[in-house]
């Protein structure tokens, strides 16, 4: 018989959902998806391929997630952002609270990039859709669905259930708010992701601890101004030596690895510049099982004096205790 992990209902804890790097399927890691839990509450930060699968491999209340947070528009990290809202809705759960989902907006222009014919532009009239622009279209593909659905089975009208925000990008590298309730107060940075823009950081404060989750980023100084103090710092990785050994990736590839995202041994002093307690290691790229967790938490340790947890999907991890 299947056994849900179980997260405790009170205080703060990081549930890593999905912990698999890019958008590639690995045995026994999902797509990437981190949830902060506070008070029985669930904040969801990106929902990768299998998030909506893995939160019912949890006892987390699908009544409880006001909030979900989109890091930056790769499919990796939003192939399941609409079968969250989409599907939750069920007569099984039926839901009064509704979900927001903060990401970003449009971005406003694309790079030459590094092919030299590229095809025709998709959706030319907008061709750096943002957040809200996702879900207004998916909600138009999915019509015949839902407009079954609430006249048949009576399920409420995703459209008042479902509120997206557009994340305003302020000038400065200072961190800035982006939501706050009675639980919780996110806030922002911009970290590099390049090509993408934007492309955030998040930052919960709770009253039982601190959590950042990077995002997909190479080093950072904004993401070090953001997490300075934190109790858990959830930070992506690559081991580009490993990758390096991929006979299948192109040398203009893994100058794009290299230029976007932060290198395991690069990662542990991340971690010592921000002085954080805790130093989570997620988006894993390779995520094979052929790289032993005693490699990754080794070259992740390189500069950091502080405990590393090489994460895995279900993983729980409570700030300042023995997750």
Known sequence: MFAKTSVPQTGTHVVLLGTSGGPVPFPGR?????????????????????????????????????????THL????????????WLRFGGVNPLGLPLHVYGPGR????????????????NPGNPTPGISDFFASAIQAAAYDINLR????????????????DIEVLDGQEP????????????????????????????FDTAKGSVVISGDTTVSANLIRLAQGADVLVHE??????MALDPDLSPEQIAHLTESHTDVKRVGQVAAAAGVRQLVLSHLAPGTPN?????????????????????HDLDVITPGGAG
């Open 30 to 70: 999902s797509g990437i998806c981190t949830a902060v839990v506070v008070d029985g509450y669930t904040y969801l930060v990106d929902l990768g391929h299998g998030a909506f699968d893995q939160l019912g491999a949890t006892d987390l209340s699908p009544e409880r997630i006001p909030a979900a947070f989109v």
């Open 74 to 85: 790769h499919s990796d990290h939003l192939a399941d952002a609409f079968a969250l809202p």
């Open 107 to 122: 971005a406003g222009w694309l790079p030459e990039g590094r092919v030299e014919d590229p095809p025709p532009l998709v």
């Open 150 to 165: 609430t006249r048949d089975e009576g399920w409420p009208d995703i459209r008042q259930m479902l509120v997206p925000h």
């Open 176 to 203: 800035f708010e982006v939501m706050k309730d009675e639980r919780v107060r996110v806030s922002a940075v911009l970290v590099d992701h390049p090509p993408v823009t934007p492309s955030f950081g998040f930052r």
């Open 237 to 242: 990785v690559i081991d580009l030596e490993v």
């Open 291 to 311: 790289v032993p967790d005693a490699s990754w938490k080794a070259k992740a340790q390189n500069g950091f004096d502080g405990p590393v947890h090489v994460g």
